[in-house]
């Protein structure tokens, strides 16, 4: 095949840096764009033209690919870039104010100065430390700085010199007693399995692998776990429909790119827990006959990757991946990191297969499933960090004793990411059923002398509370016919000075930037949406009518979740707070 390459030549530099695909396929189209953009700060058209050569695709394919993620730059800018989260908890937690003194001491958003430029970011996963600044230095290695929380002050300093290779402060816990999944977290060193062993770990894979495949499916099923990415799918049905599907291979991929704005739980038990990750998705891969397992992390995650890396590297040196894991004959299983580029709708399981085969992060067409045809075109089973960290409790304490939590048809604990005005924001542990109200008090209720003015459950793709609602238990069940959601677990606090209506603004512009364009009712209604919400905030006209309309045609007609939900929250925010009158 012509690949039509172009006449661009790479620099010595990019050419050390794609070095190591040599003979790679398509698949390795994301990790080389990754390659290139680390080592000089961005992907020239040399560099796109070498990643092209030596994987075999098309320069076209590969630029539709590399100019899909907000964190690649196909222009060339400084080496060193600060972004700056403007997402909704930052936004509360004066995000607006740290741009504000960027713009007077370094320049404009997005303009080269003195060798940094800086850009407004969507969510960077950190909201319990908000508002949050991630500096990026481009080398051998790319070095990064998280800055959290970040000040005017501290992110112009960042600006100004080369990253001190500060990861952040380590996750912290407020809770002491109660917890399961959050039990290691703060306590044992994320970085020894031998502390993780200590603490317990391994024995629900030993269990596993006595019990034997059929069993644990049975198990996982019996004990009710339910999907913890949002769309609380029995994970026990997935598992069995996977492992009953006679092609082969199978693969199992782990979901942990969480871009809902307000959403960090997975980051907290990637960097306190990364063992615990690695165990279940071995204890998944044995159940559903998978060799081989992906974690499609965030790239905006510099200590969970560096973690996460730590680990795989000792359990493979232990025996607990590889071949004939802890002994077990004929059961071979590995994991591959891949990180992100910056997507929300990377999110979405079917968009998380297009991404790592080196493809656009669009989403599929469904039929056929992922159980069916997944990554690859096999049976895939994916599941995020969340769901997948429970299971290795249900083959601990049996699937009764997991199911006697919570409620019938919401069986276990739940994590929940408590950020904006309240007192002690991070993630919380808490069985189903536990009331919203209850939840607030555990994270110290909004900051002294303020008053609750609302609570956004599940996100940008949520649904808000009002403070006469706080009894509402946190169930699926009962979040359901309150018509709101708990999404991905997100409880975004809002006192009597947020503004309410900027707020909406925020999340049609995030809904309008994050839709990957590949249908009309998505790719026009967010910039619709984000239209009408700009006009009633200029002239206070009534759009509500409008929106409806957009609203109802985004929901019944787009592919996807994003498409499916951009109206949901501002429709909340309409007819739950009398909002954008």
């Known amino acids: 095949m012509d690949l039509k390459l172009l006449d661009a030549i790479a620099s010595h530099e990019e050419r050390e840096a794609v070095a190591g695909f040599a003979g790679g396929g398509r698949d390795q189209l994301l990790p080389a764009l990754h390659a290139a953009n680390d ?120 600006a100004g010199r080369a990253p001190s290779v500060s990861e952040g402060a380590p996750p912290v816990i407020h809770q002491k007693e109660g917890l399961r999944l959050l039990r290691r977290v703060g306590v044992v060193d994320p970085s020894s399995l031998d502390d993780y062993r200590a603490a317990g770990g391994y024995a629900a894979l030993r269990n596993a692998l006595r019990m034997g495949q059929a069993a644990v499916i049975r198990e996982v099923t019996d004990s009710g776990l339910l999907g913890r990415g949002g769309a609380a799918f029995p994970t026990g049905r997935k598992w069995a429909a996977t492992a009953a599907q006679p092609a082969g291979p199978h693969y199992l991929v782990c979901n942990a790119d ?119 075109g096999k049976p895939t089973v994916v599941n995020n960090v969340e769901t997948l960290v429970n299971v290795p409790l249900i083959l601990t304490e049996g699937a009764a004793a997991y199911r006697a939590l919570g409620t019938e048809a919401s069986a276990g604990p739940k994590l929940f990411c408590l950020s904006g005005n309240v007192e002690r924001p991070g993630v919380y542990e808490v069985p189903f059923g536990t009331s919203l109200r209850e939840l607030l008090a555990l994270a110290g209720g909004v900051p002294e002398g303020r008053t609750l003015r609302a609570i956004l459950l599940g996100g940008a793709a949520g649904g808000f509370v009002r403070p006469d609602e706080l009894d509402l238990p946190l169930t699926f069940e009962d979040a359901r016919a309150a018509k709101t959601t708990l999404g991905s677990g997100v409880v975004l606090v809002l006192d009597d000075l947020a503004d309410l209506g900027g707020f909406l603004l925020r999340i049609a512009e995030f809904f309008r930037d994050e839709s990957c364009g590949q249908c009309v009712p998505c790719r026009i209604g967010t910039v619709r949406q984000e239209e009408a919400i700009r006009r009633v905030l200029a002239a206070k006209s009534d759009e509500r009518p409008l929106l409806r309309e957009v609203g109802g045609v985004m929901r019944d007609s787009s592919i996807c979740g994003l498409g499916q939900t951009a109206w949901n929250a501002i429709e909340s925010a309409i007819d739950r707070l009398g909002a954008l009158q």
Not at 128 to 135: D, I, K, S
């Open 258 to 376: 969480e871009s809902e704005p307000g959403t960090f739980k997975d980051r907290v038990l990637l960097e306190g827990d990364p063992f615990a990750l690695v165990e279940s998705m071995t204890i998944a891969a044995y159940a559903i006959g998978a060799t081989r397992g992906f974690v499609y992390l965030r790239g905006e995650y510099p200590r969970a990757l560096r973690l996460l890396r730590n680990a795989l590297d000792v359990c493979r040196e232990r025996g607990f991946l590889g071949a004939d894991i802890m002994g077990h004959q004929g059961f071979s299983f590995d994991i591959e990191i891949r990180r992100g580029a910056g997507a929300y709708i990377c999110g979405e399981e079917t968009a998380i297969f297009n991404s790592i085969e080196g493809f656009r992060g669009e989403p599929r067409t469904k039929p056929p499933f992922p159980v069916e045809q997944g990554l690859f």
């Open 39 to 158: 080592r000089v700060g961005w992907i020239s058209q040399g560099a796109l033209n070498l990643i092209c050569e030596t994987l075999h695709v098309p320069p076209a394919d590969a630029y539709g690919v590399a100019s899909f993620y907000s964190l690649f730059a196909l222009a060339k800018r400084p080496e060193r870039v600060v972004h700056v989260c403007t997402d909704l908890a930052c936004r509360v937690n004066g995000a607006d104010t740290v741009c504000d003194v960027l713009t007077e001491h370094v320049g404009a958003a997005g303009k080269a100065r003195g060798g940094v430029t800086w850009l407004r970011s969507p969510c960077l996963g950190v909201c319990e430390r908000a508002p949050a600044a991630l500096t990026f230095q481009a080398g051998d290695p790319a070095t990064t700085e998280l800055l959290a929380p970040a000040t005017g002050a501290s992110a112009v300093l960042a």
